[in-house]
């Protein structure tokens, strides 16, 4: 399948104040000559970025976990004349590592809503936008998706609900190209809802995966046309080992965070 063209198109990034999301836009801007429709929840944080590229960003303050914002988002592309070549679904929550029992049915919702109800609401209101140009959607889920284990599972069942959805997709889809980008640790500020102290932050950043990198990564290997992509040492190790041992995979995973002393991880 021929590479894809990303200039002169225009693309919608979604979580794209901060994290993979900013890098991505950044990373745009940068190296081709498109337009960008940056999303955010934040008002303040969408409106303060890439003022020196106001020509070609566009920032809109949206939660992308509710419907009717994606639906104004639709209106807001027709309405313009906007073609939509590509979408990338950066935005994401985090909440604790806690064991089910102490988060509770609320944290697992909440993480469902905003990782994978996004997924959902993009492909129902912009992917026919998309379709018409032969163009890209670029669902960013997680290495937690690859792999099971203690303490992960509100996040995990979203991550994993995304993948699966997106995959499937990928193989439904004839006149769009479906990505699917599992990262590993990314160094972001999505680590802030974690009970960490400013050394374990430390310790995770140094294992943690280069966010440039990581959206440069994505970036270059969806215009090729890649649908699987695994970023990270820890993500392709996860894959791997759950691959191989599925049955084992987790408990090494949990004995070596236990063994970390980190306290976002005392009680796995």
């Keep these: ?31 081709y000559t498109v337009k960008i429709i940056g999303i955010s929840k934040t008002e303040s944080k969408i409106k303060g970025v890439f003022t020196n590229f106001l020509d070609r960003f566009t920032p809109l303050a949206l939660d992308v976990s509710k419907k009717s914002d994606w639906q104004y988002l639709n209106n807001y592309v027709i309405n313009n004349g906007i073609e939509v070549y590509a979408i990338i679904n950066s ?38 936008n998309i379709r018409k140009n032969k163009g890209l959607m670029i669902n960013i889920t997680s290495s937690s998706a690859l792999c099971p284990f203690s303490n992960v599972s509100a996040y995990s069942v979203s991550k994993v609900a995304s993948e699966r959805f997106s995959t499937c997709l990928s193989f439904e889809e004839k006149d769009a190209t479906v990505v699917t980008v599992m990262p590993g640790f990314t160094k972001t500020d999505i680590m802030r809802n974690q009970t960490a102290s400013e050394k374990e932050l430390k310790l995770i950043d140094k294992i943690s995966s280069n966010s440039e990198k990581v959206a440069k990564k994505i970036i270059k290997k969806s215009i090729k046309n890649k649908k699987r992509i695994i970023i990270g040492f820890d993500a392709h190790m996860m894959n791997f080992l759950y691959k191989f041992f599925p049955r084992l995979a987790p408990k090494i995973i949990n004995f070596v965070l236990k063994k970390s002393k980190i306290e976002m991880f005392k009680e796995i």
């Design 1 to 31: 399948m021929k590479k894809k063209n990303l200039n002169d198109k225009t693309i919608i990034v979604t979580g794209a104040s901060s994290g993979i999301g900013y890098e991505i836009c950044k990373y745009l801007l940068d190296n």
């Design 91 to 128: 935005a994401g929550y985090l909440p604790k590592f806690l064991p089910f029992s102490n988060g509770g049915e609320e944290e697992v919702f909440n993480a469902l809503s905003v990782n994978f109800n996004s997924i959902i609401y993009s492909a129902k209101y912009i992917l026919p």
